[in-house]
């Protein structure tokens, strides 16, 4: 019986982790979802194994009130998280997209939850 709910629990926690999307910002960056000009992201395939090449492009500037749009072209789920919690995209699936909108100037470095070595950074200016 507890081998069971142990084998059920493991499977609910990839599903959760892996099987959800995410096109707006679960957590707003720093305050936004949408409007300003707009920079686009790939998370290119096999990213996992990247570091600070699997988004791109790396870094990204944007002036206060633009945006930012990560779409991933990967096969495996992916987050663009900042490192300070000013966002978090949640799991983005294949073929889906985050768009964060900054509000306030500053430096910004993210990574991805489910794969730390994957980083980039997003200046505000």
């Not at 998280?81 to 470095?109: E, L, M, Q, W």
């Amino acid at each position: 019986m507890f081998s069971r709910l142990a084998i059920a629990t493991a499977l609910l926690l990839i599903i959760t982790a892996c099987g959800s999307s995410s096109s707006t910002p679960t957590n707003p960056s720093p305050t936004g979802g949408g409007g300003g000009t707009g920079t686009a992201v790939s998370i290119v395939g096999n990213a996992a194994s990247l570091t600070t090449t699997a988004y791109a492009p790396n870094p990204v500037s944007v002036q206060v009130g633009g945006s930012v749009t990560w779409k991933n072209n990967d096969t495996i789920a992916h987050t663009s998280t900042a490192n300070n919690g000013a966002f978090s995209s949640g799991s983005i699936a294949p073929g889906a997209s985050f768009t964060a909108t900054f509000s306030t100037a500053g430096t910004f470095a993210y990574h991805c939850a489910f794969h730390p070595g994957m980083v980039g950074t997003v200046t505000v200016q």
